[in-house]
């Protein structure tokens, strides 16, 4: 009697396949976000290499001498300081450019649904715009008690110390103050936001996890800053809460208007074309009361953020009352320094 051969199981059992892990990891980030840097860069380089060519063709000799000005940025020749403004348009539009490239290349076809581009939550939306004078507030204060830094920083290399506001009116002087906002609040926020939180962070929060990842994305969004050092620090900080926003929404949306409005808002002030020399003053006489008031600002929008994320939030009840709270801090806020 011959044995029959033993058959194959009718199942098979297969060992699932690892999906493979979202991109960039850290170097890939470091590597790549230095080629947006370069680019964004160089779009600015070129705009004002052209206005110089100009400026020497037209003005000969003299579009080389310096002008009559109270700094380094008034005493240009016009058609050189008005492409630095130009510039600003141009460099984030070359860094948009390099953003979808890369995007499309590293996540694929469906970018804009794996970055949270389709759907825009107007709960959240509203929570993050009634969050924003809190979120400006207390980063300045931040950036106050980061000044001796900067001092410490400048006075190392031998600089003098530079107030950024005097040079950003300069620049805008001759163009109107929507020009400003589209340079320094929609160009900045569309495109640093894609980068940061929506590429960086999908990657980086994938291979390393939440608390790193948003960590990370952080950093890598002070270091595009590049100075002074407590503007890195400020804006590392400023990225890490809207990175929030970009979890808690689901959508790249919401830190994008955050980000633009509060880009608009020191564009408008830098321009002089809004004065905040009363709520400044307040705010130096009433520093610990502002900051306290701001931080829970961000704190309960914060909070409400979060619950509306869930797929059960602990009790309706609770809901309401933290929205109550954070529309109560806000108030008192701006009622403080109004």
Known sequence: MTEEPEL?????????????????????????????????IGGMLAVVFVAAVVAGIQGGNDAHQPAEGANDIERLPPTVRESLALSFPAGYACGLLYSIVVIRMMVGRGWTRELGLRRLPPYHLFLGLL???????????????????????????????VDFADPLRAIFASYHWSFAVLAIGIGPGLVEELWCRGFLGRGLIGRHGALAGVALSSAFF?????????????????????????????????????????????????????????????????????????????????????????????????????????????????????
């Open 131 to 161: 969050a924003l004078p809190g979120f400006i507030l207390l980063s300045d204060a931040f950036a106050r008690v980061l000044q001796p830094l900067d001092r410490a920083a400048y006075s190392a290399l031998g600089w003098d110390d």
């Open 222 to 338: 002070g270091l595009l800053h590049l100075w002074p050092p407590s503007y890195v620090l400020v804006t590392a900080a400023m990225g890490a809460c809207l990175h929030f926003t970009y979890l808690a929404s689901r959508s790249l949306w919401v830190p994008i208007a955050i980000h633009f409005a509060n880009n608009s808002f020191a564009a408008l002030v830098s321009t002089g074309t809004i004065s905040v020399q009363n709520v400044e003053a307040q705010v130096m006489a009433n520093e610990a009361a502002v900051a306290a008031l701001a931080a829970a600002t961000l704190l309960t929008c914060g909070l409400a953020m979060w619950q509306a994320g869930l797929a059960r939030p602990p009790h309706r009840i609770l809901v309401a009352v933290t929205l109550l709270a954070a529309g109560a801090s806000c108030g008192a806020l701006l009622s403080l320094v109004l």
């Open 8 to 40: 194959p199981p009718l199942v098979l059992r297969v060992e699932p396949v690892a999906p493979p892990k979202p991109r960039p990891g850290l170097l890939g980030a470091a590597l790549l976000t230095f080629g947006y840097w370069a680019t964004l």
